[in-house]
């Protein structure tokens, strides 16, 4: 069995910050790239931001500048740094995971059960 733990949600003013952690635990062979999703309401999942093993990241335009992804693979441990949060941030964050459980397995993707961030004032 393969677990993300996610932590770090909550309610913030424009313009605030929030960092989101996600730790894998469980069955590990190895990690591949891990990142983070969002969905507002009545909107899709869409992809905030990934970092592979090798930390290349990706981000969305609408978050480039403001959110830092990273990783501690030591720890099977993905971060978001969100700074300068904005009202259209407001979403569930998932942590999603390229995982090989162990030997013989695919490598398959994980998610996280979200977390609530809302920037209100």
């Known amino acids: 069995q393969v677990h993300l733990v996610e932590s770090g949600g909550g309610l913030v003013q424009p313009g605030g910050s929030l960092r989101l952690s996600c730790a894998a635990s469980g069955s590990i062979l190895a990690i591949n790239t891990m990142g983070w999703y969002r969905q507002a309401p009545g909107k899709e999942r869409e992809l905030v931001a990934s970092i592979t093993r090798g930390s290349s990241t990706n981000y969305a335009d609408s978050v480039k500048g403001r959110f830092t992804i990273s990783r501690d693979n030591a720890k099977n441990t993905v971060y978001l740094q969100m700074n300068s949060l904005k009202p259209m941030d407001t979403a569930v964050y998932y942590c999603?995971?390229?995982?090989?459980?162990?030997?013989?397995?695919?490598?398959?993707?994980?998610w996280g059960q979200g977390t609530q961030v809302t920037v209100s004032s």
């Open positions: 999603n995971a390229n995982i090989k459980p162990q030997p013989g397995i695919y490598w398959r993707d994980y």
